[in-house]
């Protein structure tokens, strides 16, 4: 996994890939939703397409698939230390990834430093961008805030972990109750007229709180869980906001947690330390696990007869729902990083996503996707 900037730079050239994130693709952005495109002729990267999320003064240009870096640091069980991350990171980014998903919370704070020192070399070429939004005490999350002081610090140590002095992307992490929308979107707004970000966007809110956040500050991207077993998002509201005001959708959890690389089962145990935190998901416990195997079952006879694994299955369903979403799958691991890279060469045509809809109704997955205290943060305000 040999890595300098020359050669990302040379590999990203091959693509003829635009490196512009900041404003719309000049071309050849890959925008269509079925198919996804063809690699431009020559490129040598699994990772060639680009997408843009966000409309007008909002858009930014980003590869077709991120890569979720939560689980190099956090709640995801087995972390393989530092500096196979920042290679991990860059074998990545060598690989024609720009979107690199992190957090305050993630750690917290240490996420954003792996991040952050991946991408010190490359500033100008790769989009920086985090999530803010809690208080901490003692180092452990203490609950949301959006009180424009705790935003400004969490934003200015970001700003210090990433060695840049402009973020280009900073959602919102959850929504915090106590604040209006509007009041949320005045803070961001106002650190963007001085300098300190670009984009913003917001993660796990409703379509009404999209709106209303939208109509004072374009928002750049929405994240929330999004996937073949969990597909609310289509009927909450959610993808209808996104489209109708342009705002990109970034799907987290898109390979259900590991569940639909078939690496979860019903024998799985999960870690303590660090914090796992599936085994707190209800739709994760053996019982519901068992009874979501016929849908793994379903989707490994429909990838075999396409020649694709089940993830690669999952972020082709993603990225043909349409083509401002950019799943945002989370690995540790070189080889599943690849496999999912090569997922957005996998063009589905309409009737195969209708028969991978037709799938995950024929059989549902099981169990609430968080446990009450975590589903209480998630906004669902008209
Ligand atoms: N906005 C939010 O509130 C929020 C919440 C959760 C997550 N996120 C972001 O979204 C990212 C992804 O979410 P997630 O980790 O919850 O879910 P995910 O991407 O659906 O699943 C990640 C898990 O799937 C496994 N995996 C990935 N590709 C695989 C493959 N090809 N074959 C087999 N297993 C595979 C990974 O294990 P290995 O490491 O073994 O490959 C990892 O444990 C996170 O990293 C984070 O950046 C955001």
């Not at 069980?77 to 990834?97: D, F, N, S």
């Not at 992490?173 to 707004?189: G, N, Q, W, Y």
């Not at 690669?312 to 083509?323: E, T």
Request: with cysteine.
């Amino acid at each position: 996994m040999t890595f300098n900037r020359r050669s990302f730079l040379a590999a990203a050239a091959g693509t003829g890939a635009a490196m512009a994130f900041g404003r719309p693709a000049m071309a050849p952005a890959v925008t269509g939703a079925r198919p996804v495109g063809a690699p431009p002729a020559g490129s040598r990267v699994l990772m060639p397409h680009r997408r843009v999320i966000g409309r007008g003064e909002a858009a930014m240009e980003v590869s077709a698939i991120g890569l979720g870096c939560m689980g190099m640091s956090f709640l995801r069980g087995t972390h393989p230390g530092r500096e196979a991350c920042v290679a991990l990171i860059r074998h990545a980014m060598e690989q024609g990834v720009t979107l690199f998903d992190t957090a305050e919370a993630y750690g917290p704070f240490e996420n954003e430093e792996i991040v952050g020192e991946a991408l010190r070399p490359f500033h100008g070429e790769i989009p920086l961008t985090t999530k803010i939004g809690f208080v901490y005490k003692d180092g452990q999350y203490a609950g949301e805030s959006s009180d424009p002081k705790v935003l400004r610090a969490a934003l200015e140590n970001a700003l210090r972990r990433f060695h840049t002095d402009c973020m280009d992307l900073v959602y919102i992490h959850r929504r915090d109750f106590s604040r209006p929308i509007e009041e949320v979107a005045e803070t961001m707004l106002g650190f963007r007229r001085e300098g300190k970000l670009r984009h913003w966007g917001l993660s796990e809110v409703s379509g009404g709180t999209l709106r209303r956040a939208h109509a004072v500050f374009p928002v750049t991207a929405l994240q929330s869980e999004y996937s073949l077993t969990w597909r609310e998002p289509e009927t909450n509201g959610v993808l209808a906001a996104c489209e109708a005001l342009g705002v990109g959708f970034v799907p987290f959890g898109p390979v259900a947690k590991g569940f639909l690389g078939g690496f979860v089962n019903e024998c799985t145990i999960y870690v303590d330390t660090p914090v796992d935190n599936r085994k707190n998901f209800p739709r994760y416990t053996p019982e519901n696990i068992r009874k979501a195997l016929p849908l793994l079952a379903a989707l490994e006879e429909f990838g075999k007869a396409r020649g694709v694994t089940v993830p690669q299955l999952a972020l082709a369903w993603c990225l043909a729902k349409a083509p401002w979403i950019v799943p945002i799958p989370g690995t540790c691991r070189l080889a599943h990083l690849e496999e999912d890279l090569r997922a957005a060469s996998v063009a589905l045509s309409a009737e195969e996503v209708a028969a991978l809809d037709a799938l995950t109704v024929a059989h549902p997955v099981v169990g609430d996707r968080y446990p009450p205290s975590e589903d209480a943060r998630v906004d669902r305000e008209p």
